[in-house]
């Protein structure tokens, strides 16, 4: 017989890191397999248009990218899968593309990287940027003529301005050429702004497809907490159920609901009003140092005045849910009154995922850090 004691905690809090159970991202994941198909067809197969993922930290980006690198592998498609970090310039994107080219692996090791083309050579370390991007295409368009290709990237609103332009264009070139190739950028919410800025200047990825990942819906919420590894245990399912409750949908609240129920638990394999009341308390520890730090990249902002436009801005989201563009910047303006300065405030709270645009308003990116925001006005008044 098995011992929970020694069985590893199941559940994953962090960042990328893989749930138990991928809850709640059915719709998600059966558009991501449709478009999948269009690009791996036997005899069909074209190119598909390039996707945007957008969603607030935690919300189960990488996760979700993870997943559809894993559905291409088994259906060969050849994935390159990278994050922004990893191609601080054109020459880290070439070394992403091209493995040949740097030295030292790609950081998912487990999922090969970069796409080889036969009798081809890594262009010099001192050909300019120029240069460089034009063999960059050439090898990209060569690479991936008949064969299908998903390029992902992770963290894609934090890409260097000329490594985004170039991929947004080598995007859409592989597109005319009608390769099939996908490229999907996932990043905050912020993720359009950047790309569509003036220092990125890749206006027309407007036109991209968009996927906003949002909170899970409560019976995802309980699925995401009902792991095999509880089989042998005394469960009370109200406990499960608040736990579930409390997370608010958010995925990384719910893999840290998880793993405090497994660890306050597993002595006596009890789920009991006992074990909640421990987990609680370790949920609403380490869920105040993530406000804090989320709060941080307000009140780092070069505008001091950010705290007092969140806040104002969390009060009215708190009781409307959602606003328009212009009840936004309203509620911005109260501490922002220029409007030039409003709109790098709005930009900086989207960038960051504190707001959100989802169905044609903007939301709450964090549900309950609105809460934390209003109470730290309540402290600092
Ligand atoms: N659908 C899901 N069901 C259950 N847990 C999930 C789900 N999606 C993500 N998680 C969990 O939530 C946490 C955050 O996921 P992930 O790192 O993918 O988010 P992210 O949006 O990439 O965040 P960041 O912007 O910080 O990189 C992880 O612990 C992950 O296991
Ligand atoms: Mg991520």
Redesign the pocket.
Known sequence: MYDSTTIPNPF????????P?????EAEQSTLTEELLRISHASLAGPANPLLLS?P???????LLSWLARQAETQDVQVVAAAAGDMPDLAGLAGILWPDSRKTPSRLTSIKAGIVAADWRPPERDRSSSQLRAVLLEHLLQATAGRPTLIQID?AHTLAPEVANAVCNFAQSLVRADNPVWVVLAG?PGLIAHLTSAQVGASFIERADVMALGG?APPARLQ?LEVAEWSDWQIDRAVLELAAQDSQGF??F??RWGHALWDAGKQERTLSSDVLAAARRQVDSVRGEFYARRYAEIYDFEDPRLVAAAQALARALLAVGGLSLDATMARIKEAIPTHADAVAARRHLERIGFIYHKGGVFVGGIPSLLRYVTDNAATSA
């Open positions: 994953r809090p962090g960042t990328g890191a893989y749930p159970v991928l809850a709640g991202r969603a930290r935690g919300m189960g980006k990488t996760v963290e905050t899970l995401a995925p990384y719910l893999q």
